[in-house]
């Protein structure tokens, strides 16, 4: 039998061990949380700036009150209970974060309007517009690009959320989307829905972006023949985070909505509660037993800000609507004639008139029933949806098909009024059209026409317009009030240039050109970079870019890749989301530009553009000087733009079918 002797250890060695253990701990501990900094951050510039386990809600920065003044207010006023999971913020950051991401270079031609050399080309008996012309007046343009960044929403996610919801809406609507509780168990959702034309602004008041996007489903799958388009609105934060269960505290203007009365400043001010994500009750016409089909509800909505009565930023959408009319018309009346006098009486009837209009919705409004879209409906007059308004021709006469109008705010009215009133559209670029539609009255008015016919060009629709005179302001403004003083800003500069011209305001837009068989698929659209500019009630276009892409990868339309060719190949511009100049780049000072786009209708994308109006403005500045006889040169910039893109679109062919030929090899 043995006996294993057991010694004590000695001090010495105890410490040593304990030495041992508390090294494996510390680095353990900082291993893990390497790990969780990894897991959970793995893009600092892209860290969620709101979360939340519950609801989140977020009161507007006017509301001047503490975070637990906002609970108290929340829980006496909407009736709700907060409960340990759910977030207030009160203090919001007043612009989006710029990404650091990568960019590279791109350039394209740009033509401006060199009064100068325009009218020499005149006096040489030479038609008007010509293809030497647009040699004389184009200059190339460098600015910096990011990579495209995709917004799609799950799609299964949301319309799940829509049919458990069983709101109004959606029971209104089954009846056009019988299937859909079949396409989402059988899990074919991807195969008859499509999210497509997004479109944003920034909302200063409660830091987060808004994103509206249009929701189509095709009972074919067909995304040419959709049976109804609906409109989702998104809040996303600073850094493009999406925020879910979220809450914006906002004011009503119409106080016929009735909420609970809050104070702030002395005034009173009513809110409400806006939930997002969701969809927008967008009131519709439509007709289940029509078996022609027609496209019903909100197509192709763009997202613009105004300021209202109470001196708030709201947002509303303009879209294109299939709806229904009622008219009243003189009918002979058989019965009355007589063989003695051969006089026919006549009655009035009342038909039935369908038409395409353009809209205007109220995204934080309400309306019941939806009688300017279908006056007989009565089935629905309880309903409650988002405040719209038709807008009318100045004749009051409809034309069967309105769409692609490019909206814009003009900043100089605001000043003057101290809110919008009106808002303008280019009704048309070649042969420059601009409606003014009051928010308030029936029928808009024409303010400029260079002609008064009708000649819609390829040239259109697109982005909504911004103003470069606001946003010279605005940034001269926050550069100087700012910690970091730029004596020398280079946006101070133009600003001045500027005020020296006769030039009232100045906008910039991003519309598209359709072209119809060019020699890539059936159509293809692509961005245009314009500047419209105004003295007194005069506008005129002063520069207008050729086709470029921004280096997007292009979709195809079909989902094959090496078929970009056939079908359509489309970058549609929807939307400027943001504008603001990085200041953090003390020496650049670059402006960076938030586009949003669709590629082959099936996307909802971002893209940031670096440079784009510190490219344009220096030689804007000497253009607009001169001002006489620029809008008589209008067409010519539209002319050589189309030129321009039909170039492209067979420059690009020849690229598309090279890059075709040099893969098939592999294919073989």
């Given at each position: 039998m043995y006996t294993i002797s057991r010694k004590r250890p000695g001090r010495p060695v105890i410490i040593s061990l304990c030495c041992v253990v508390?090294?494996?701990?510390?680095?353990?501990?900082?291993?893990?949380?390497?790990?969780?900094?990894?897991?959970?951050?793995?893009?600092?510039?892209?860290?969620?700036?709101?979360?939340?386990?519950?609801?989140?809600?977020?009161?507007?920065?006017?509301?001047?009150?503490?975070?637990?003044?906002?609970?108290?207010y929340y829980n006496k006023y909407f009736n709700s209970k907060l409960t340990a999971r759910d977030s207030i913020i009160v203090n919001v950051p007043e612009n989006p974060i710029i990404p650091d991401l990568e960019f590279k270079h791109h350039t394209f031609d740009i033509y401006e309007t060199k009064g100068e050399v325009l009218r020499s080309r005149e006096n040489s008996h030479e038609k008007t517009q010509d293809k030497m012309k647009c040699e004389l007046i184009v200059r190339t343009i460098d600015v910096k690009v990011s990579e495209a960044e995709n917004r799609n929403c799950d799609l299964r996610k949301i319309l799940r959320q829509f049919v458990n919801s069983n709101s109004t809406y959606y029971r209104e609507l089954e009846q056009l989307i019988p299937d859909l509780t079949l396409q989402l168990d059988d899990d074919t959702i991807a195969e008859h829905w499509f999210q497509l034309i997004g479109s944003s602004v920034w909302l200063r008041e409660y830091g987060v972006h808004l994103l509206t996007s249009r929701i189509v489903y095709s009972k074919t799958g067909d995304k040419d023949r959709p049976v109804v388009s609906l409109t989702y609105v998104q809040i996303f934060d600073q850094h493009w985070q999406e925020l879910e269960n979220a809450e914006l505290i906002v004011p009503v203007v119409e106080q016929k909505e009735k909420r609970k009365i809050l104070t702030k400043q002395s005034k009173s001010i009513t809110y409400k509660i806006m939930l997002y994500p969701s969809f927008a009750f967008v009131p519709i016409y439509y007709n289940t037993k029509r078996h022609r089909p027609v496209f019903y509800g909100s197509e192709d909505p763009r997202l613009i800000?105004?300021?209202?009565?109470?001196?708030?930023?709201?947002?509303?959408?303009?879209?294109?609507?299939?709806?229904?009319?009622?008219?009243?018309?003189?009918?002979?009346?058989?019965?009355?004639?007589?063989?003695?006098?051969?006089?026919?009486?006549?009655e009035e009837v009342e038909v039935a008139e369908f038409y395409r209009s353009m809209y205007l919705g109220w995204l934080w409004r309400t309306q019941t029933g939806k009688g300017n879209v279908d006056p007989t409906d009565t089935k629905n007059k309880e309903h409650q949806y988002i405040k719209t308004k038709e807008l009318m021709l100045p004749n009051g006469k409809r034309t069967k098909t309105e769409k692609n109008w490019s909206p814009f705010i003009s900043y100089t009215d605001r000043l003057?009024?101290?809110?919008?009133?009106?808002?303008?559209?280019?009704?048309?670029?070649?042969?420059?059209?601009?409606?003014?539609?009051?928010?308030?009255?029936?029928?808009?008015?024409?303010?400029?026409?260079?002609?008064?016919?009708p000649n819609i060009s390829q040239l259109r629709g697109g982005t909504q317009l911004m103003s470069i005179t606001q946003f010279l302001d605005e940034n001269l403004e926050n550069n100087y009030s700012s910690m970091r003083k730029i004596k020398k800003s280079i946006w101070a500069n133009f600003s001045k240039q500027l005020a020296k011209s006769q030039v009232d305001e100045v906008w910039i837009g991003v519309p598209r050109t359709a072209l119809r068989r060019c020699g890539c698929g059936e159509k293809l659209y692509r961005p245009h970079i314009v500047t419209l500019a105004r003295v007194k009630n005069t506008f005129a276009l002063t520069q207008v870019s050729s086709s470029t892409d921004f280096d997007i990868d292009v979709l195809s339309w079909s989902g094959d890749a090496d078929h970009k060719c056939v079908g359509n190949n489309l970058i549609l511009p929807n939307g400027i989301s943001h504008w603001q100049v990085d200041y953090d780049d003390r020496i650049a000072?670059?402006?960076?530009?938030?586009?949003?786009?669709?590629?082959?209708?099936?996307?909802?994308d971002i893209i940031y553009i670096r440079g784009v109006l510190k490219n344009i403005?220096?030689?804007?500045?000497?253009?607009?000087?001169?001002?006489?006889?620029?809008?008589e040169f209008s067409n010519q910039l539209i002319y050589c733009a189309i030129e321009g893109a039909f170039e492209y679109c067979r420059k690009y062919k020849e690229n598309v079918y090279s890059d075709w030929k040099s893969k098939a090899p592999e294919k073989l």
């Open positions: 508390i090294v494996l701990i510390i680095e353990t501990y900082f291993a893990l949380r390497l790990y969780e900094t990894k897991i959970s951050d793995p893009q600092p510039q892209r860290k969620a700036s709101f979360y939340t386990a519950g609801k989140l809600i977020i009161f507007p920065l006017s509301f001047l009150t503490l975070k637990k003044e906002a609970k108290l800000l105004v300021k209202n009565s109470l001196g708030f930023e709201e947002p509303i959408i303009n879209y294109n609507l299939f709806h229904k009319t009622i008219a009243r018309i003189k009918k002979p009346n058989d019965k009355s004639e007589t063989k003695a006098t051969g006089e026919i009486n006549f003057q009024s101290g809110k919008d009133e009106h808002i303008y559209f280019i009704y048309q670029y070649k042969d420059l059209r601009i409606l003014k539609c009051s928010f308030e009255s029936d029928l808009c008015e024409w303010t400029f026409q260079l002609t008064d016919s000072q670059e402006d960076v530009l938030t586009l949003s786009f669709s590629r082959a209708d099936i996307t909802v403005l220096p030689l804007l500045t000497e253009v607009v000087k001169n001002w006489k006889h620029k809008a």
